[in-house]
């Protein structure tokens, strides 16, 4: 299995800022994936964070708006650029284990605009 | 464009009852299917994978099936209990590594 911390775990954000969290892994991993879960929602992928080169974006969601770093096997970053009341949501950080089977995900960083 | 659905959207039921939860996706090329469970304000655990030439995997308490050819998966709960109260979530596999969620259902169990 794999554990996965996310920071911060709850953050309130003023209209037009923008924030970074973090996903920490403790082990290597290949695929690296940023999820948005607003109120009431399901989740919907944003993006896959990609080792060495840009993510890839699901349709709806732009590099602008939320870029991606994946320095390493154990580590990426999620910015929400310019947030509006809209962008608050739960954002979680999922991985691939080594087996390439089971998707596990962190604690979620949940982001409130006012 | 697969969609996944579960019914029921919200279910409460006594301490001890066997719930069946249900899952139906409408594309059956997938890679597998996800069960996971969701507590209030938290992230997701990961219950049961079924890989795509499985029917069934289990674990405790719980048991998942998978039926491809009709779309269908179903989490089995045996014997419910007060801490079995949050949001189940089914995920389907595609080869795109994408997880493409179910609308949830809510569960409560009450003593």
């Known amino acids: 299995s794999a554990v996965i911390s996310q920071k911060p775990s709850r953050d309130i954000c003023q209209r037009g800022t923008s924030l970074t969290i973090q996903c920490q892994v403790d082990s290597q991993v290949t695929m690296m994936f940023w999820y948005r879960q607003q109120p009431g929602q399901s989740l919907t992928l944003i993006a896959t964070?990609?080792?060495?080169?840009?993510?890839?974006?699901e349709s709806g969601f732009v590099i602008d708006k939320f870029p991606i770093s994946r320095p390493n096997l154990t580590f990426s970053t999620l910015t929400v650029s310019n947030m509006s009341p809209e962008d608050s949501s739960i954002y979680l950080c999922?991985?691939?284990?080594?087996?390439?089977?089971?998707?596990?995900f962190g604690e979620g960083s949940w982001l409130t605009v006012v | 464009k697969q969609e996944v659905t579960q019914i029921p959207a919200a279910l409460s039921v006594p301490e001890g009852e066997n719930l069946v939860l249900n899952c139906s996706f409408t594309d059956s090329a997938i890679y597998n299917l996800q069960w996971f469970r969701q507590d209030p304000g938290k992230g997701l655990t990961s219950l049961l994978l079924?890989?795509?030439?499985?029917r069934e995997q289990t674990s405790g308490r719980l048991n998942a099936s998978l039926d491809k050819s009709s779309g269908r998966s179903t989490l089995y709960i045996a014997a419910s209990q007060p801490g079995d109260s949050a949001t189940y979530l089914c995920a389907v596999v595609e080869n795109t590594d994408k997880l493409i969620f179910g609308t949830g259902t809510r569960l409560q169990v009450f003593p």
């Open positions: 964070a990609n080792q060495g080169s840009e993510a890839t974006y």
């Open positions: 999922s991985v691939r284990d080594q087996s390439g089977n089971t998707i596990y």
């Open positions: 079924i890989q795509s030439s499985q």
